[in-house]
């Protein structure tokens, strides 16, 4: 069954059966065509990988489901990766994706494992080996989103058949999600951020090893999309990541985002509250504020608590307990099977999967691998991040990662009508942050809705999402780097609306527009994957933005200036204030453009410019603004209103 010709080594081991019937006609036409070996020695031993061909067909080869990391089992749940440092006297058949981490589907099923820290690398041999210095490869790190909660990179999806066209080395990889990524007691017990950490602990691996697959450990650029792009940012933003990458791309996301970041005091809140559920709180001590009522899937409802009022810096539930007591409550939580831990998420889920992120990224102390110990915009503000080249961008219709579920369902539409001061803010994730919610839905109200939300919410629902989730934080970080860096930085904003879009997970092939994560299928094929079932293929046009994107992309990463053929010159934000707008409806067409939605980011930028950060925990607050007497009634005269109203207490997860 896994014999090949004679002129190839046998591959039958007791791992074989690892081979899908793909692999195996890849690996008997590369052994037809006497194709280069994809046995690699490293300093673990053998690795044996297997073949694919490029969209243009190129010789690829795969290495699929590669240890970076111990396994985070037992006592190594909720503490800092542990390196890989084990070695294997048999050849390791890298020909399978590993299991994802532990994640909740929609549905409440739970899929993968704990025993998830793997990667995969992707090598277009024939460019190593037919240069005749056999020189190293760039390396692109490619880190996926999901909301911290969910997400893979299964290489059937998040396949390399694009950038394999190139001359770059492609890696992915898997890391600890929700609570198995983001659990803290907020101090030293367990400080947290361990997904943060397990990519780092990849990057390790990568300086130090990816010379064995032909790339070169000083020339790698991390990528990410969503709350991979978060991640990616706050990698950047410590000097703890000195050396393991030189370059970085942000596409939809970011660590300034209000939904992605979260105080000590949060994340303690929340995952006491946890182990409250999981009866691991020392003598059952459990507050009675907490909730317990348990939603049974992503889209349940439950009557949200109230969240007019924003939250205090503690409660006496949290600060009554020792140092020794949270020791104990960990190693109860160590100790729950990995399904019950998941589920627990479920009761976190207010209204259809919302709030999003409770377990994220954290502030922690300050220990020898801690990522985050002040506020990214403090991070920014003192120059204290890694002045390196990056890439970030937004995509035209980013909120229809959350409109769409009102877009395409009357019945939640009216939900939100009828609840509009609690579900509002629990969609643009500002739950607990500001204290006149009726002042701020109304300043909202009048600047996206015409002061009609009843008449007008599908109308701009979509933009309102996109500008408080992820457009207006990704847009001030852009102007906070370029203010203080050196390192050229380039924005893009994608409006291009192919063949395929993310919208089509709702049942229709109806397309709403460029929705969020829609450029990612112009650099891996993963809605072509998705959708297979559709019928549909690339035009003409898709394969020209594949080209356009690929080579800029790739050329970012090789030199730090992303360039394409008879594509107009990106310009440096940092030095023009220009753009490149990717695409322009059905159309391909790649423009540089100024003066980026200056309405929409002004109202967004006049609440933020006036944010305090408290260092205790950024507890922040809002400087009181005079009403102009004689204010005009435009878009942009709300946000005096909404500055008057909103008396201080806006706070930051």
């Known amino acids: 069954m896994c014999a090949v010709q004679s002129s190839r080594e046998k591959l039958c081991s007791r791992s074989c059966w690892h081979l899908s019937h793909a692999a195996i006609l890849l690996l008997l036409t590369a052994a037809a065509a006497n194709a280069y070996s994809t046995r690699i020695w490293t300093k ?23 240890p970076y990391a111990e396994p985070p089992l037992g006592e190594l749940r909720f503490r800092s990766p542990q390196p890989w440092n084990h070695t294997w006297n048999d050849t390791y058949y890298a020909l399978k994706d590993a299991t994802p981490c532990t994640q909740m589907k929609d549905n409440g099923d739970v899929v993968g494992s704990e025993d998830c820290l793997y990667l995969n690398i992707f090598v277009p041999m024939q460019a190593w080996e037919d240069s005749e210095a056999k020189r190293k490869l760039p390396v692109m790190v490619y880190i996926h989103g999901g909301k911290f909660t969910k997400g893979n990179v299964n290489s059937h999806e998040y396949a390399p058949d694009y950038l ?18 983001f659990f803290s007691t907020g101090n030293k017990v367990s400080p947290g951020n361990y997904a943060l950490k397990d990519v780092v602990m990849a990057l390790r691996w990568i300086h130090e090893n990816i010379e064995s ?18 991640v990616a940012h706050a990698l950047a933003l410590t000097k703890k990541t000195e050396g393991l990458f030189n370059r970085y791309i942000m596409q939809s996301g970011n660590m300034l985002s209000i939904s992605l970041f979260n105080s000590k005091h949060k994340i303690r809140r929340a995952s006491l509250k946890a182990a409250s559920l999981l009866n691991c709180l020392p003598q059952m001590e459990e507050s009675t504020e907490l909730v317990t009522d348990s939603a049974t899937n992503e889209n349940s409802t439950r009557q949200p ?14 600060d009554n307990y020792s140092e020794e007591e ?23 889920n207010v209204w259809r999967g919302n709030p999003c992120c409770t377990f994220g990224p954290a502030m922690e102390d300050d220990s020898d691998d801690a990522i985050l110990t002040m506020h990214p915009r403090e991070i920014i503000k003192n120059y204290m991040f890694r002045d390196l080249p990056c890439m970030i961008g937004v995509v035209e219709g980013d909120g229809l990662v959350k409109s769409m579920d009102i877009l395409a369902h009357p019945e939640v539409r009216d939900a939100l009508l009828n609840n509009l001061e609690d579900y509002l803010l629990l969609l643009l994730e500002y739950q607990g942050r500001i204290t006149n919610t009726t002042a701020f839905i109304s300043a909202i109200t009048d600047f996206y809705f015409d002061g009609n939300i009843t008449e007008n919410l599908l109308r701009n629902i979509t933009e309102l999402e996109g500008d408080a989730l992820i457009i207006s934080s990704l847009y001030q970080t852009l102007k906070y780097h370029s203010e203080f860096m050196k390192s050229n930085i380039y924005f893009y904003s994608f409006s291009y609306r192919g063949t395929f879009s993310h919208t089509f997970k709702y049942g229709t092939l109806v397309r709403y527009g460029a929705a969020h994560g829609d450029e990612l299928n112009y650099l891996f094929p993963l809605l072509n994957r998705m959708f297979e079932t559709e019928m549909l293929h690339n035009t003409e046009d898709d394969i020209l933005m594949i080209n356009i994107m690929t080579e800029m992309w790739t050329s970012f990463a090789k030199k730090g200036v992303p360039e394409a053929w008879k594509v107009p010159a990106w310009p440096d934000y940092k030095i023009s204030h220009e753009y490149l707008q990717l695409g322009d409806g059905k159309s391909p067409d790649i423009i540089v453009q100024s003066d980026f939605l200056p309405e929409r980011m002004a109202f967004w930028e006049e609440i933020t410019e006036k944010l305090i950060i408290d260092d205790t925990d950024f507890v922040t607050e809002l400087s009181i603004k005079k009403a102009e007497p004689n204010a005009s009634t435009s ?3 709300n946000i005096s209103i909404l500055c008057l109203l909103i008396i201080h207490g806006v706070y930051f997860l």
């Open 44 to 66: 673990f031993g053998q690795v044996q990988g297997l073949w694919s061909r490029s969209s243009s067909g190129r010789l690829a080869a795969h290495y699929l489901g590669i």
């Open 164 to 181: 394999m066209d190139h001359d770059v080395i492609l890696v992915t990889l898997t890391y600890r999600l929700n609570i198995f990524g």
């Open 213 to 230: 697959f032909h790339g070169d450990p000083n020339s790698v650029t991390l990528w990410g999309h969503s709350s991979g792009a978060a």
């Open 305 to 318: 608590e109230k969240v007019t009022e924003p939250e205090s810096h503690g409660t006496d539930e949290e």
């Open 326 to 348: 949270d020791e104990e409550i960990t190693r109860c939580m160590r100790s729950v099977d990995a399904e019950t831990l998941v589920k627990v998420l479920q009761d976190f």
């Open 635 to 637: 878009r942009n005269s």
